[in-house]
Antibody, heavy 119, light 111 residues
């Protein structure tokens, strides 16, 4: 069955970087897009963008350009989200979510990774 | 940018009663291939979101048939025919026509 296993919680200081991983299993990794979604404490869902797992081409939503980088290691069926120059407002749960058979929109979701930025 | 507006933001429902959530988009979500690129998700407390309805009116795999989605122009509706306790959580609509955006979420609570 399709599974997306994300890396564990992270506590970082402002200005540091963090790299969240999302390891896929149960399907052909390069056949579906991978989305990233952020959820700040007590807030709704915010789509960050997606990466074409076949070409490696990323698309970033407005507000997620510059400090946010999507990448892949197809040899281990893993997608990554790296955030640099962390700020307190980056504190959130970050979800990866595989695309659907009928489009690149989120279908299967990872369990989420808590990233906390605090001095 | 396409703006998604949900209502109500809070919805208390008695088990066994119907429930309806509205989502309005700031522009048409009708793709040239004939589908409305609007999807519904449910995030139960402490869990990851799950896909309920895709392309406006199609139930995702494993979703009970008490859930249904409908479309009228730029107005989208998620209906639950008879609410059960396990349906509690926050419901989000999401447009996927241009650079996806979520609605604010509707919190369904069981009375």
């Amino acid at each position: 069955q399709v599974q997306l296993a994300q890396s564990g919680s992270e506590l970082k200081k402002p200005g540091a970087s963090v790299k969240v991983s999302c390891k896929a299993s149960g399907y052909n990794f390069t056949s579906y897009a991978m989305n990233w979604v952020r959820q700040a404490p007590g807030q709704g869902l915010e789509w960050m963008g997606w990466i074409n797992t076949n070409t490696g081409n990323p698309t970033y939503a407005q507000g997620f350009t510059g400090r946010f980088v999507f990448s892949l290691d197809t040899s281990v069926s893993t997608a990554y989200l790296e955030i640099s120059s962390l700020r307190a407002e980056d504190t959130a749960v970050y979800f990866c979510a595989r695309g659907h058979d009928y489009g690149d929109f989120p279908d299967y979701w990872g369990q989420g990774t808590q990233v906390t930025v605090s001095s | 940018d396409i703006v998604m507006t949900q209502s109500p933001l809070s919805l208390p429902v008695t088990p066994g009663e119907p429930a309806s959530i509205s989502c309005r988009s700031s522009q048409s979500l009708l793709h040239s291939i004939g589908y409305n690129y609007l999807h519904w998700y449910l995030q139960k407390p402490g869990q990851s979101p799950q896909l309920l309805i895709f392309l406006g009116s199609n139930r995702a795999s494993g979703v009970p048939d008490r859930f249904s989605g409908s479309v009228s122009g730029t107005d989208f509706t998620l209906k639950i025919s008879r609410v059960e306790a396990e349906d509690a959580g926050v419901y989000y609509c999401m447009q996927a026509l241009q650079m996806y955006t979520f609605g604010q979420g509707t919190k369904l609570e069981i009375k």
